[in-house]
Structure formats: C-alpha cells, structure tokens
C-alpha cells in the first residue's frame, strides 16, 4: 500500500494519498484543499485516483471535492447519514450503509462506522493501518459540540478502534498532535480521552 499523507486547506487537515502498488489505483480520503497538490503528488507516484473517501460531511474535509472530482473523474463516497449535508456538485455518487469492507485495486479496506463527531463517521484499516478523519486524534479526539455530535457515541466508536491490534498506525485527519500519526498502543497509554473511554494504561 501506497500512503502519502498531505496537509492541506486552512484548519490543519492531513488528507490522504492511498494507491495500490500493483494496479496503481487510488483514493483520496478527505480532500480539504490544495487539490493541485493531491493532483501531483498522484501523478509523481503514478496513481490513478478513482475514489474520492469523506470521512465526514464537514467542509474542512470536503473542501476539494468537486474540484479533484472534476480532474480526475474520481467517484466521491460518504456515509448515507452524511450525505444530505453535501450540496450541488459536493454531492456522492456512493452512499455507504452497511457494507463492511472497501476496495481499492487489491486493497481491502475494513470500514468502521464511528459516529460520535458525526452522524456517519468513518474510518477505515486495512494492512495495520487505521485512517481515523476526526474520531481519533494523535493524543486527542474530536469535538462533539457541533451538529450530530454525542460524547458517549464518540467514546463507543473509540473503544471499538482500540479493539485492533496495539501496532496498528492511526493516521488521524488533523495535525493536532505532537506527531503527524501514532498508534492504537500509543493512544491507549497517551490518548487524554482514553482513561474516560476505557482504555488507561499504565507504563
């Protein structure tokens, strides 16, 4: 798996590059900005972008959507729950709903609905890597104070994510952390959100 993580747009956003060796296809998941960079980062690894991946509905993360849709072709996907808050050409042709997994060339993707920051939040792992949007943050998580936001349901879709193995990578959707990405171990021993989610461990 090829992985580039891209900081973009104006409110810290890591988007990410992610393209099968083999067949050279390619997703981007959350493209806040910068498309012209996510363009040629794709063509300086040789990758041809096929999908679009929101994490979540909000604009931060949204932003370049219909800019790099429109450059590449690529298919915008989201979560069925999100969907009615993307409007004209930020609008998906893929609404996911109960499907499991996520294919990207060889690449398959576990899906993880994680509501909490929003209603139909996900993340996705596959290959001992976890993209987390805003469920899951370097030493952090995300804010539940805006529209469809639930503390309890975010601390639910958090303990599932600390399920997975403690050398899985987390590559989170912002740069809010002292380290650009971290792992499920990590989190558990660090995390300032993991003694109330139910994961304090002890050095």
């Not at 409110?11 to 992610?18: G, K, M, N, P």
């Not at 990758?47 to 219909?66: E, K, Q, R, S, V």
């Not at 409007?87 to 690449?107: P, S, Y």
């Amino acid at each position: 798996m090829i992985i580039k993580q891209l900081y973009v747009g104006s409110w810290d956003v890591f988007c990410y590059l992610i393209g099968c060796e083999k067949t050279r296809e390619a997703m981007v998941i959350d493209p806040g900005g910068d498309v012209d960079l996510i363009v040629a980062k794709a063509k300086e690894e040789n990758l041809n972008i096929t999908y679009i991946f929101n994490t979540h509905h909000h604009g931060d993360h949204t932003y370049g959507n219909a800019a790099l849709k429109k450059l590449t072709g690529a298919k915008i996907v989201i979560h069925a729950l999100e969907e009615g808050f993307l409007k004209g050409d930020l609008k998906a042709d893929i609404r996911l709903k109960d499907e499991k997994t996520f294919q990207v060339g060889e690449i398959i993707f576990q899906i993880f609905h994680t509501p909490g920051h929003s209603p139909g939040g996900l993340c996705l792992y596959a290959e001992g890597q976890l993209f987390t949007g805003d469920t899951l943050f370097v030493g952090d998580s995300g804010r539940t104070d805006l529209a469809g936001g639930h503390r309890p349901t975010l601390g639910a879709s958090i303990r599932k994510l600390m399920e997975l193995p403690d050398d899985t990578v987390v590559w989170p959707g912002h740069d809010y952390g002292p380290t650009p990405s971290s792992t499920i171990g990590h989190e558990k021993r660090t995390n300032v959100n993991a003694k109330e989610y139910g994961y304090y461990v002890k050095d």
